[in-house]
């Protein structure tokens, strides 16, 4: 079973950048198609942006497209959230997750990181 933990998450002002990052413990890594989620207090969490094992495909919900692009390196055990022209209703907590699917439902993600929160000031 994979571990995950994000970090990259900050106070940031509308229009920056950001990158999160996503270290995965274990060695089946490759293996997993890796997912971004955010969560607002009272929400869902929302799929943000999700990539195949080998990344060579990803997948992006349409309010993120054409800012924000997915990564990983997996000779690092890493996924990546680069996140450009960052806007408020960014504003959430991010999380990594692990899937034995290619799927953007949450409830198909077996492994979760901890979540590292992202904060867009106007």
């Known amino acids: 079973q994979v571990q995950l933990v994000e970090s990259g998450g900050g106070l940031v002002e509308a229009g920056a950048s950001l990158r999160l990052s996503c270290a995965a413990s274990g060695r089946l890594f490759s293996s997993y198609f890796m997912g971004w989620f955010r969560q607002t207090p009272g929400q869902e969490r929302e799929f943000v942006a999700a990539?195949?094992?080998?990344?060579?495909?990803?997948y992006y919900a349409d309010s993120v497209k054409g800012r924000f692009t997915v990564s990983r390196d997996n000779a690092k055990n890493t996924l990546y959230l680069l996140m450009n022209s960052l806007k408020p209703e960014d504003t959430a907590v991010y999380y990594c997750?692990?899937?034995?699917?290619?799927?953007?439902?949450?409830?198909?993600?077996?492994?979760w990181g901890q979540g590292t929160q992202v904060t867009v000031s106007s």
């Open positions: 990539i195949r094992g080998i990344g060579d495909i990803t």
């Open positions: 997750a692990a899937s034995n699917f290619n799927t953007r439902r949450a409830h198909e993600y077996h492994t």
